[in-house]
């Protein structure tokens, strides 16, 4: 039947207090204010190897570096886009 993407979240110390803290709680709200908790599953990881570059988040295997406030709508929106298109 139909997989899940899967939206990782490093929560490794050097990501989570350069903002991935924040992050979490926007990505969840993003995920049901869309409808694709049955979609996407999200969960946390403990480091990628790349504390230097991070916040990080893996979405359906691609890495995305330095993920903030400001762009992870659009990273979301461009990982995810296939799936909101379903939704529609």
Known sequence: MNHRREL???L???C???GNSSLLKII???INLHGLSEKVHFKGDHCFGSCSEGPSLKIGG???HQVS???IHS???EALHDL???EK
């Open 8 to 10: 990782i979240i490093c």
């Open 12 to 14: 490794g110390s050097s």
């Open 16 to 18: 989570f207090s350069r």
């Open 28 to 30: 969840q709200r993003y």
């Open 62 to 64: 691609k890495l995305y």
């Open 69 to 71: 406030d400001e762009n």
């Open 75 to 77: 990273i979301l929106g």
């Open 84 to 86: 909101l298109k379903q």
